[in-house]
């Protein structure tokens, strides 16, 4: 049997993350009470927000981009930016660095996620984004596609349904904002678990996050997850898991997860990354949810 020890994953959740970033699951509310969006407006510093959108993994990005910011205008918001960018070189451009100096939120959007990787990656423009984020000077959030890019390892694609094996799932480099997760969204919505067990059997040294439309992982300071909105986060924690056939088996063959933990959690779950720990919605802290916004002065 294969023995399998995750020191790299202990090690990358002991990690601390300083703010707030949103990883939202697609298909958010941008009709009624919009609460996935008004939250991510508060956290920016609500009337005083001053907000980039980055519509690069739309094929869109005019039409999704104004979809935003006239959301954001309806809520009152300080100022908004569009990061329109559609080439790699323009993408390289150090000027989009000055371009968002005072900004307080960023919000990418859905599309195609291997379209904005190649867009951003590496970029200086996304490795300002990273730093502020992990910094806590910004709120981040992404949204589908710009769920799918939070992590080191990123799902670029596949199928679902199956069995979990190697072909069901396509792997690429995301955007390293949250290094040490693997996010796949849109998740019970297109069946997508056998997809995400496939993903972290490759690389168990990461925690897989798989989350539902209309729904939010809110990343705090506080090493937490927090879960927002109408479905449910689900988490494979691979830390305990002593076996898997991924590495003697052909692609299309099933593979063997043992002692994986599964977790899944609804509006206002909590889940501690370096404990591995779960927590109800009641034992959670609330000190973490925006009651108002505030004001322009």
Known sequence: MQQLTSPALEQNLSQRIKT???????????????????TFFCRAGGTNARLAIVPCASRDPEGTSNRYRTIFDEMGVSAVKVVDIRERQQAENPVWKD???????????????????GLLADTPLMEKIRKEAQEGKITLAGTSAGAAVMGYHMIAGGGSGAS??????????????????????????RNRMARLLSAVACYPDRLAIGIDE????????????KVLGKGTVTIVDSRENFYT???QV?????????????????????YNMPLGKPMASAACSESGWPSECRTAN
């Open 214 to 225: 209309d729904t939010c992982a809110l990343f705090e300071g506080d090493d937490t997850l």
């Open 20 to 38: 707030s970033i949103m990883v939202i699951g697609g298909a958010e509310d941008k009709v009624h009470g919009r609460e996935i969006l008004n």
């Open 245 to 247: 056939n991924e590495s």
């Open 99 to 117: 371009y968002l100096e005072d900004c307080t939120g960023v919000f990418i959007t859905g599309g195609d996620q291997l379209r904005l990787c």
């Open 164 to 189: 979990p094996n190697r072909s069901l799932v396509d792997m690429a480099n995301g955007l390293n904002i949250i290094p040490e997760i693997i996010v796949d969204q849109h998740f019970h919505n």
């Open 250 to 270: 052909g692609a299309t063959e099933p593979l063997s997860l043992f002692n994986m933990r599964l977790h899944v959690l609804c509006h206002g779950d909590c």
